[in-house]
C-alpha cells in the first residue's frame, strides 16, 4: 500500500497562499492522489485529485512532482473557512487500500 | 444533486447493547458505499465497502456488520457494542469504487 506523509500542523494567514505538502514515495504508476479536508464535527470533503499532471479547480490546485513521490495541495488565498484538516490519500482503485492519515491540521490567522 | 444522509446524529449507547446506524444515498444509482471510523484526534478508518445490493466487503475483523439491502441504502449493526466502538462514524458514497468519495454528516456514538 502506498503510505503518505504529511505535516502534523500549519499556519498560514489570512488572504495569503497555503501550500500543504504529502510524501508518498511508495506510489505506484497508476495510483492516483487525492486530497480532501474536513472541517471539524463534519465529514470529509473531497477537494481535488490527480494522477500525473498538475490539477486546477475551484477550491484549489494541486502540485505533483515529477517523479510523482510528492504532492503540494495549494490554496491560493486562505480564508478563515479553510481551516480544516487536510487528508492526502493514494487511490489504487481498491478499496482495500483506502487509509486516511491523521493530516494536516491548517489553522488560518486573521 | 446526490444528498447522502445519516442517522441519527449523534447516540448514546451502553455497552452490550445493540446498534444501528442507517445511511441513505439520493440522486443516484448503483453508488459504491463505504462505513468509516474515527476516532478522537484520529484519521479515518474503513470499515466496510460495497459496491452492489448484498455485496459487503469487511476491511477489519471486529464486532460489526454491515449490510446493503437497497441500492442506496447501508446499515451499520453491531449486537452488542464496546466501550471500544465509541467514535464518529462516516458513511461515503463514489461512483467510481475508491475515486471521489461524498461524505455524509456523521454519527457520533458514545458507548457508556
Known amino acids: 500500500d502506498a503510505k503518505t506523509t504529511q505535516p502534523n500542523s500549519m499556519e498560514s494567514n489570512e488572504e495569503e497562499p497555503v501550500h500543504l505538502p504529502c510524501n508518498h514515495s511508495?506510489?505506484?504508476?497508476?495510483?492516483?492522489i487525492h486530497w480532501y479536508r474536513q472541517l471539524p464535527s463534519q465529514g470529509p470533503e473531497y477537494v481535488i485529485h490527480g494522477l500525473t499532471s498538475n490539477v486546477n479547480n475551484r477550491m484549489a490546485s494541486l502540485a505533483i512532482a515529477e517523479d510523482r513521490k510528492s504532492s503540494t495541495l495549494i490554496l491560493h488565498r486562505a480564508t478563515l473557512r479553510d481551516a480544516a484538516v487536510y487528508y492526502c490519500l493514494i487511490s489504487s482503485g481498491s478499496a482495500r487500500q483506502l487509509t486516511f492519515g491523521s493530516g494536516t491540521q491548517l489553522t488560518v490567522l486573521p | 444533486s446526490q444528498t447522502i444522509h445519516q442517522w441519527p446524529a449523534t447516540l448514546v449507547q451502553p455497552v452490550g447493547s445493540p446498534l444501528s446506524l442507517e445511511c441513505t444515498v439520493e440522486g443516484t444509482s448503483n453508488p459504491n458505499l463505504y462505513w468509516y471510523r474515527q476516532a478522537a484526534g484520529r484519521g479515518l478508518q474503513l470499515l466496510f465497502y460495497?459496491?452492489?445490493?448484498?455485496?459487503i466487503s469487511s476491511e477489519v475483523p471486529q464486532n460489526l456488520s454491515a449490510s446493503r439491502p437497497q441500492d442506496r441504502q447501508f446499515i451499520l449493526s453491531s449486537k452488542k457494542l464496546l466501550l471500544s466502538d465509541s467514535g464518529f462514524y462516516l458513511c461515503?458514497?463514489?461512483?467510481?469504487?475508491?475515486?471521489?468519495?461524498?461524505f455524509g454528516p456523521g454519527t457520533r456514538l458514545t458507548v457508556t
Open positions: 460495497s459496491v452492489g445490493i448484498g455485496q
Open positions: 511508495t506510489i505506484s504508476g497508476t495510483d492516483y
Open positions: 461515503a458514497w463514489s461512483v467510481v469504487l475508491a475515486s471521489e468519495q461524498y
